[in-house]
């Protein structure tokens, strides 16, 4: 649609001004339109897409069962825009009926756009978790004394399942993670998955035993599609970060990920790439200490009928 063509062009030169690392976004996604008058007469659009996150699926364990996500259409309207946006998202509910409990509605937007911020804020969407990055160089790897730092193989399945499961219970508690009751049968699958595929996880160990475990993987954004948040390159993503809780607090976790951005730079890696909840106490603190920045923030409300 030519309004539609129109507004992601001016919302990307928007987009633009507020963060350099931005990608211009070129595509909408296929989804049911919803439309808002400004209060100068103008227009502004959002894509309505629902996604279902059923039992037996990974993104079950960090996402309501279903999810409404809108994706503005503002152009350079700015806060306007998103608020008669979302204003307009709340009474169709209104209309169509409301979600069931296990329901969440999510917008992703620019950290760094503060204004829509306070929109958000006023709607009852929290900033659940942003993506982060790390573009600057990597620094020799830190000394770690007795702690050696490896990459992991199918034998470490168990100890790594182990970490795995202790940061999603931590993440259920301080973030949008779900302990669902087939977690530990779907969290040991993927990871053998990654494990046999020789994706790049490392581990910490002392004396034999895993302490820590950094599981990651390569990302190539799709400059084409509708949903891609990164600038054009190859993109080194940490999945996982997990500490036992017994040896947090001794620079286990930031000489593990020393040795993981090192090993990011000598691939070539435009840089590194990260989700974490911005309630969490640990990854909120760490995470920018390592030379993490928001990039975009999840807005989230659960249930979805939540939305004001």
Same mark, same amino acid.
């Given at each position: 649609?030519?309004?539609?063509?129109?507004?992601?062009?001016?919302?990307?030169?928007?987009?633009?001004?507020?963060?350099?690392?931005?990608?211009?976004? =070129?595509?909408? @996604?296929?989804?049911? #339109?919803?439309?808002?008058?400004?209060?100068?007469?103008?227009? /502004?659009?959002?894509?309505?897409?629902?996604?279902?996150?059923?039992?037996?699926?990974?993104?079950?364990?960090?996402?309501?069962?279903?999810?409404?996500?809108?994706?503005?259409?503002?152009? $350079?309207?700015?806060?306007?825009?998103?608020?008669?946006?979302?204003?307009?998202?709340?009474?169709?509910?209104?209309?169509?009926?409301?979600? $069931?409990?296990?329901?969440?509605?999510? #917008?992703?937007?620019?950290?760094?756009?503060?204004?829509?911020? =306070?929109?958000?804020? $006023?709607?009852?969407?929290?900033?659940?978790?942003?993506?982060?990055?790390?573009?600057?160089?990597?620094?020799?790897?830190?000394?770690?004394?007795? #702690?050696?730092? =490896?990459?992991?193989?199918?034998?470490?399945? $168990?100890?790594?399942?182990?970490?795995?499961?202790?940061?999603?219970?931590?993440?259920?508690?301080?973030?949008?993670? /779900?302990?669902?009751?087939?977690?530990?049968?779907?969290?040991?699958?993927?990871? =053998?998955?990654?494990?046999?595929?020789?994706?790049?996880?490392?581990?910490?160990?002392?004396?034999?035993?895993?302490?820590?475990?950094?599981?990651?993987?390569?990302?190539?954004?799709?400059?084409?599609?509708?949903?891609?948040?990164? @600038?054009?390159?190859?993109?080194?993503?940490?999945?996982?970060?997990?500490?036992? @809780?017994?040896?947090?607090?001794?620079?286990?976790?930031?000489?593990?990920?020393?040795?993981?951005?090192?090993?990011?730079?000598?691939?070539?890696?435009?840089?590194?790439?990260?989700?974490?909840?911005?309630?969490?106490?640990?990854?909120?603190?760490?995470?920018?200490?390592?030379?993490?920045?928001?990039?975009?923030?999840?807005?989230?409300?659960?249930?979805?009928?939540?939305?004001?």
């Amino acid at each position: 649609m030519t309004m539609g063509h129109d507004l992601l062009t001016a919302q990307a030169e928007r987009f633009a001004g507020l963060d350099p690392l931005l990608p211009r976004v =070129r595509a909408v @996604p296929e989804g049911d #339109v919803l439309t808002a008058a400004l209060p100068d007469g103008g227009r /502004v659009a959002g894509l309505l897409l629902r996604s279902r996150n059923g039992p037996g699926t990974l993104p079950s364990l960090w996402s309501a069962r279903e999810v409404h996500e809108l994706v503005p259409l503002v152009g $350079d309207a700015g806060s306007a825009g998103v608020e008669v946006l979302l204003r307009a998202w709340r009474h169709r509910f209104e209309r169509v009926g409301l979600p $069931d409990a296990d329901s969440a509605c999510v #917008v992703v937007w620019p950290s760094r756009d503060a204004p829509v911020a =306070r929109v958000m804020l $006023d709607h009852g969407l929290v900033p659940l978790s942003v993506l982060a990055v790390r573009v600057e160089p990597a620094l020799p790897p830190q000394a770690g004394g007795e #702690v050696r730092i =490896r990459r992991a193989t199918p034998a470490d399945l $168990d100890a790594v399942h182990e970490l795995a499961m202790a940061e999603l219970r931590y993440s259920a508690l301080v973030g949008g993670a /779900v302990v669902r009751q087939d977690a530990a049968a779907l969290k040991r699958a993927a990871l =053998r998955a990654r494990l046999l595929g020789r994706d790049p996880v490392w581990v910490a160990e002392r004396d034999g035993v895993v302490l820590a475990v950094a599981e990651c993987a390569w990302s190539d954004p799709d400059p084409s599609s509708w949903a891609v948040r990164l @600038p054009p390159g190859r993109w080194g993503y940490v999945n996982c970060v997990s500490v036992l @809780p017994g040896a947090r607090g001794g620079g286990i976790g930031r000489r593990l990920m020393s040795v993981v951005h090192a090993e990011f730079a000598r691939a070539g890696a435009t840089g590194s790439y990260l989700y974490y909840h911005s309630p969490n106490p640990l990854s909120s603190a760490f995470w920018p200490r390592q030379g993490y920045r928001p990039l975009w923030t999840v807005w989230e409300v659960r249930p979805a009928s939540a939305l004001r």
